[in-house]
């Protein structure tokens, strides 16, 4: 089992900033993908941003403004978010694949208003 606990998320002024954090706990050795899904109301879930074997992939919609990391040392993930847009406002949700299986914190609102 994998658990995900999500922070960071606020409210902000179009073109502000939020770092959203996700710390991973338990069997965390053998993640092989870790990132970032948004859903808003009356949308699907889309990925915004991932690790995914040494990589990142980005969705179109935040490339140049969105930056995922990692720290090995304290097992979690970040999200740097620059230059909102009030299209990003949704419930930000970490993800671990591990084995072929996805596990999901609990999700974190990111609200941009104009």
């Known amino acids: 089992q994998v658990q995900l606990v999500e922070s960071g998320g606020g409210l902000v002024q179009a073109g502000g900033s939020l770092r959203l954090s996700c710390a991973t706990s338990?069997?965390?050795?053998?993640?092989?993908?870790m990132g970032w899904y948004r859903q808003a109301p009356g949308k699907q879930r889309e990925l915004v941003a991932g690790?995914?074997?040494?990589?990142?992939r980005y969705a179109d919609s935040v490339k140049g403004r969105f930056t995922i990391s990692r720290d090995n040392a304290k097992n979690t993930v970040y999200l740097q978010m620059n230059s909102l847009k009030p299209e990003d406002t949704a419930v930000y949700l970490c993800y671990a694949v591990r084995v072929g299986n996805y596990y999901w914190g609990q999700g974190t609102q990111v609200t941009v208003s104009s």
């Open positions: 690790i995914i074997s040494g990589g990142t």
């Open positions: 338990g069997s965390i050795f053998d993640i092989n993908a």
